[in-house]
């Protein structure tokens, strides 16, 4: 899935707003996805918690129906490629560096 960060997405912005040849559509994505299970455990490692469990997808949809797979089950793996090739500079190229800035925790113990 992709992800990014509330200084790089404000990052984005500025630079689309600023660079008159950037018109259209343009991903506001971290250059490097991830699934949702590696977005679990990341969390769980930044947080220095348990990972949660996962859910089956069937008791997902049973609950939610077709909204399960349009949501929680659907995969999107966007690229900023237009903004890489426009010069911007990501300040958080990796999740686990996103996580740790915007939930304040900047040293993680092995």
């Not at 990014?4 to 990052?11: A, K």
């Not at 129906?65 to 500079?89: F, I, N, Q, V």
Request: hydrophobic share 50%; proline share 5%.
């Amino acid at each position: 899935m992709s992800w990014i960060s509330i200084d790089d997405l404000v990052g984005c912005i500025a630079q689309a707003l600023a660079d008159e040849t950037l018109s259209g559509a343009v991903n506001a994505v971290a250059p490097a996805p991830v699934t949702n299970a590696e977005f679990t455990r990341e969390l769980g490692r930044v947080l220095r918690r348990p990972a949660a469990l996962p859910v089956p997808a069937g008791v997902l949809r049973a609950a939610l129906g077709a909204m399960a797979d349009e949501t929680l089950l659907a995969s999107t793996r966007a690229e900023p490629a237009r903004l890489l090739a426009g010069g911007y500079e990501f300040r958080h190229k990796t999740l686990g560096s996103a996580l740790r800035h915007v939930l304040g925790m900047h040293t993680v113990r092995a």
